[in-house]
């Protein structure tokens, strides 16, 4: 779940509705697993220059720790991931989101065949930032894959061309299928969002229909009156059963949330050459 909008407590967002993420980690409808026990993370801006990162190995619905913080967290950016190992181990540097300056990325899906792959992708991120890699995951990789290929400064196009090179190599080493992803990373003032799959069979993603939208479309549920106009929620799974809240991303598109401003645009890998 990637949320943004004006500050608003963690908990209301990652307790309280209806089939919260909490909720979704013992009871996924939509998830490659029904249950998702392998850790969790969150991460959010607040007063510091770098986005703050809370993970656990415990399961989220067991951990009352997240209980206690996310009732003091105040936030406008918020990043929340719930994890099932695709064959990494549990440990909390294998947690989302993972953090680099003040970016913030978290993976759903995989990349196929990555123990045959692994040193052809970790030796093409830049040496700079080769030492800042802390686990062991295809999702962590492709996160500094993509810093690599220029991240910080066009988003979208490194993203593609992350993605095109592990295609690359997914080719050279005979990988079917090499990319499933949906993507959400963000700098704290912008949240761009992926999904894509090499077989065009991506992972499920949605986002929220405007506020204002929604309040007049309902106006007998009490919690939309509490949300600001520019809230925007990104999900793999709806949070509630509220008709017309929320809207399937097309396979094979990008999106970008930005305060006034969303936009939806076909995304296809770029081979960097």
């Known amino acids: 779940m990637a949320y943004s909008g004006e500050p608003i407590l963690a908990e209301e967002l990652l307790f309280k509705p209806r089939h919260s993420l909490i909720d979704q980690s013992l009871h996924s409808r939509l998830g490659a697993t029904t249950t998702n026990g392998d850790g969790f993370g969150i991460g959010w801006y607040g007063e510091g220059d770098e986005p703050a990162i809370f993970k656990s190995v415990e399961p989220a619905w067991n951990d009352r720790n997240l209980r206690e913080v996310a009732g003091q967290i ?7 991931h719930i994890r099932a190992s695709t064959g990494t181990p549990v440990q909390r540097s294998n947690c989302h989101p993972f953090r680099h300056g003040r970016w913030l990325w978290m993976h759903n899906g995989a990349l196929r065949g990555f123990r045959e792959v692994r040193r052809d992708l970790v030796t093409a991120i830049d040496p700079e930032l080769f030492c800042d890699l802390e686990g062991s995951t295809d999702s962590e990789t492709l996160f500094y894959l993509a810093l690599t290929f220029g991240l910080t400064d066009d988003p979208l196009g490194a993203v593609a061309r992350a993605v095109g090179f592990v295609e690359d190599v997914g080719r050279l080493r005979r990988v079917e299928n090499p990319v ?3 993507v959400a990373t963000t700098d704290g003032k912008s949240l761009w969002v992926f999904r894509y799959s090499s077989e065009r069979q991506s992972r499920s993603l949605f986002f929220s229909t ?3 939208d929604l309040r007049a479309l309902h106006p007998e549920v009490d919690v939309l009156h509490r949300l600001g106009d520019q809230t925007r929620f990104v999900v793999s799974e709806p949070l509630r059963d509220l008709p017309g809240a929320w809207n399937e991303i097309p396979e094979s598109c990008a999106g970008t949330v930005r305060a006034g401003a ?12």
């Open 74 to 80: 105040r936030t406008s950016m918020l990043l929340a």
């Open 210 to 212: 405007r506020i204002a």
């Open 180 to 182: 499933q992803m949906t």
């Open 262 to 273: 969303d936009e939806l645009v076909d995304f296809q890998p770029v081979s960097p050459g």
